[in-house]
Structure formats: C-alpha cells, structure tokens
C-alpha cells in the first residue's frame, strides 16, 4: 500500500526553467492538495482540488499552476521557476466526510 | 478567520521532563483539530486527532473551547520525541482543507 507519492523527491533548477512535480495516490481519495514547507512559515496551500476535473487557489497560489485529469494524480506545475520558490513540497489526500490527511514524503526544490 | 497560532518555534527540554507543546485556534464553528508529526526529513504523519481522544506515544491532546487551545503534553519526554510538531485546524465545508500552524521543534536533550 504506497498511500502518497511524489515524484521527484530532489530537484534543482535554475531561474526561469520550468517543471512539474507529481502526485499520485492509491486510496482513492476525492480531495488533493499541494502545500509548500518553509521555515517559520509552517505548510502553507498552494492549490488544491475537491476531484477529478476540479482544481482551486489556496493561499499561495502565484507562480504555480495544476491539474488533476485523473482522480489519482495531482500535477503542481512551476513554468517560469524564481529562487523564491525554493521549498520542501508535500502533497496530501483526504477522503470525502474525514479531514485526517495522507502526506507524501515531500520534495525538496531548490532554485539558483 | 481561521486561524492557529503555536507561539513557540523552538522547545528544549531534557529527557524525562514533561512536555506541553502549545496550540490556539480561531474558528467560528465546531473546530476538528490534529496534531501532525514530523520526524527529520520524514513525511508528516498524523499523531493524535481531539475526537479520538487517545494517547499515542505517550501524548495526549484535550481541547479546551473555552480558552481556544488544543495543547499537546507529554508526562516524560523522550530522545525519540524529537521532531517538528504541527497543530492543525479542519476547516471543514467542502473543501476538506487543513490549516497548519508554523510548528514546534522540540529537541529533547539527554
């Protein structure tokens, strides 16, 4: 039972370059989400998705894109990459009726 | 507006001495609250939630609604204890969404 995963789990880019982070859960559950991990700043929502189709801003969501074709997969896309989006991202799933959310192991981004 | 607030970025106790990791919240409504766990360079994994009203690992969580508090305690810490703590809020409706605070370290000292 893998429960989140996220792909890739390290990842430097240079300034502007772009690149999309994958999500992928086996529980089946509806509700998908994309946080990012700074210091001082706990995990903060970048976008999220209620279900398949179906994607919303979350509370930082500038810079960053996403789209969920497939119940299973949540995509984060960064098209133009900025030193600020340097962080430890973490995707998580709920399923409908229970907020306990499923963390996938992060991935750590690093812009120069 | 929903909000939760840990006032402490860093804990240090010594092993053995209690524990009590600090959480408020702001919610107008019936609050679902977590405590999330992250060892070093691990996934966030769920500790304890106020409706289970359990004790894991040696932690436990009451929610007090009167004073907007869900701390985490622990009688006797351990070295194992060490890790980054998350209080979060279920802002519940339809989104199912958390809201995190910034987190605890706590560095338990031998």
């Known amino acids: 039972n893998a429960g989140v995963t996220q792909t890739p789990k390290f990842r430097v880019l240079k300034t502007g370059q772009s690149m999309t982070l994958l999500c992928a859960q086996d529980?089946?559950?509806?509700?998908m989400y994309w946080y990012r991990q700074d210091p001082g700043m706990g995990l903060r929502l970048i976008h999220y998705?209620?279900?398949?189709?179906?994607?919303a801003k979350g509370e930082v969501p500038d810079g960053y894109n996403v789209s969920r074709l497939k119940k299973q997969n949540f995509l984060l896309g960064l098209e133009s990459a900025a030193p600020s989006q340097t962080s430890v991202y973490f995707c998580?799933?709920?399923?409908?009726?229970?907020?306990?959310?499923?963390f996938g192991q992060g991935t750590r981004l690093t812009v120069v | 507006a929903q909000r939760v607030t840990q006032p402490e970025k860093l804990l240090s106790v010594f092993k053995g001495a209690p524990v009590e990791l600090k959480c408020n919240y702001s919610?107008?409504?019936?609050?679902?609250l977590f405590w999330y766990v992250q060892y070093s360079r691990q996934r966030l994994q769920l500790l304890l939630r106020?409706?289970s009203r359990e004790s894991i690992k040696g932690f436990t969580a009451d929610l007090n609604k009167g004073e907007t508090s869900f701390h985490l305690k622990k009688p006797f810490a351990q070295e194992e204890d060490s890790a980054m703590y998350y209080c979060?809020?279920?802002?519940?409706?339809?989104?199912?969404?958390?809201?995190f605070g910034t987190g605890t370290l706590l560095a338990v000292q031998p």
């Open positions: 106020h409706i």
């Open positions: 998705s209620v279900g398949e189709g179906t994607t």
């Open positions: 919610y107008s409504g019936s609050p679902e």
């Open positions: 979060a809020l279920g802002g519940g409706g339809a989104t199912n969404k958390l809201i």
């Open positions: 998580a799933s709920t399923k409908t009726g229970n907020t306990e959310a499923f």
């Open positions: 529980m089946n559950h509806e509700y």
